[in-house]
């Protein structure tokens, strides 16, 4: 809405509240779009804490095996790539339609 004048009788004001509706309706999808990707972010931070949590476990679990910690680390650690993408500087995380729903919630 760009006007900065006032409404000047019933047929414009009704018009202005239609602007003000669908400016208000637009703010409104533009905010829940931007909480769906909080959500999303929210979603993989679970995932990945999760990860460094069992590979912690691991460690209490094989503290005397470093072989069996090693190698089940490794297992660990690869899954974070069901999340995202690297080029060893950027990070990419990958779009929720792109994971199955099991590794969306972090199973």
């Known amino acids: 809405m760009t ?14 509240i239609d602007e003000l509706r669908a ?3 637009q703010l409104e999808r533009e905010r829940d779009a931007a909480l ?3 959500e999303w972010y929210a979603i993989i931070a679970r ?7 069992n ?9 005397d095996n ?14 974070r790539w069901e999340v995202g993408n690297s080029d060893g500087y ?5 779009e929720r339609a792109a994971l199955a729903p099991a590794k969306a919630e972090g199973e």
């Open 66 to 79: 470093d072989s069996a910690f090693r190698h089940n680390t490794r297992i660990q650690q690869k899954r």
């Open 3 to 16: 006007r900065s004048d006032t409404p000047q009788g019933f047929a414009e004001a009704c018009e202005w």
């Open 47 to 53: 995932f990945l804490w999760t990860l460094l949590d």
């Open 36 to 38: 769906v990707e909080v």
């Open 90 to 94: 950027t990070v990419t995380f990958k």
């Open 55 to 63: 590979i912690d476990t691991l460690d209490d679990a094989v503290r």
């Open 23 to 25: 400016c208000i309706a």
